[in-house]
């Protein structure tokens, strides 16, 4: 009897997908089966542990992202004053202050592009783990 009815629970637990949405695939790709039987007898405590979860890996994408965009914004910084400096000294030797800004931004470009793309693959995890909370928000409401 009790064979039966895990078989069953097991087969169902398969068709209890939201949808085919990869945000709401994302939210339940990590469940094991006993995260399956929960969300199905008892969604409130599920999607209640979810949110959990999905608030601190928000946090913690939050933090990443303050991190590397402070960075990319300190380099900026560092590149504009090299600028500046370049211009001045140019322009006390008598040279092309116009070559001077080219040599000037052609040595921080490197680091400042590997800081930029940081700070936009930072932001892009940063939003998909925001649409994962809110999802996980909206199946909480809707369980309450």
Same mark, same amino acid.
């Given at each position: 009897m009790?064979?039966?009815?895990?078989?069953?629970?097991?087969?169902l637990t398969g068709c209890f997908n939201e949808?085919?949405?990869?945000?709401t695939?994302?939210?339940?790709?990590?469940d094991?089966?006993?995260?399956?039987?929960?969300?199905?007898? @008892?969604p409130e405590s599920y999607w209640t542990k979810k949110v959990k979860v999905f608030e601190k890996t928000t946090s913690?994408?939050?933090n990443q992202?303050?991190?590397?965009?402070?960075d990319y914004h300190a380099k900026l910084?560092? @590149? @504009?004053?090299?600028?500046?400096?370049?211009?001045?000294?140019?322009?006390?030797?008598?040279?092309?202050t116009k070559a001077a800004r080219q040599e000037a931004f052609q040595a921080h470009r490197e680091a400042l592009a590997k800081s930029r793309d940081d700070a936009r693959e930072a932001g892009k995890q940063l939003r998909q783990q925001?649409?994962?909370?809110?999802?996980?928000?909206?199946?909480?409401?809707?369980a309450k």
């Open positions: 009790w064979v039966r009815l895990l078989v069953l629970l097991l087969l949808s085919n949405d990869p945000v695939m994302t939210l339940s790709a990590s094991t089966t006993l995260d399956v039987i929960e969300k199905i007898f @008892r913690e994408a939050r992202f303050e991190h590397y965009n402070q910084l560092m @590149r @504009r004053e090299s600028v500046i400096q370049s211009v001045q000294d140019a322009k006390k030797l008598g040279k092309e925001l649409a994962l909370l809110r999802r996980a928000q909206e199946f909480l409401d809707k």
